[in-house]
């Protein structure tokens, strides 16, 4: 679904199940990240039926994603247990 902002921009709604299958995880998850604020809310479009702003779920999975390899490049903190419990 697409609608106009005042400004003329064009902005793209999803629906729920668009998201879930852009995202990766299932429904209960995503209420989760919803509940605590770290995924973007949700808005009316019809009824019970939420949608999602396109561009702010994509700046969501974008910061997701540089996360995830900025802490793939980091040394792990944890005990390694195959080295009996010190870092390398």
Known sequence: MNTSHPDG???RIVSMQTVLDLIGMSRSSLHGL??????PKAITVTG???G???DEV???LAH?????ASKARSPSRSKS???GGKNE
């Open 58 to 60: 994509d700046a969501w």
């Open 52 to 54: 999602f702003i396109a």
């Open 48 to 50: 019970r039926h939420p």
């Open 34 to 39: 919803l509940k605590s604020g770290k995924f």
């Open 9 to 11: 921009q064009t902005i």
């Open 64 to 68: 997701r994603k540089t996360f995830t």
């Open 81 to 83: 247990p195959i080295s």
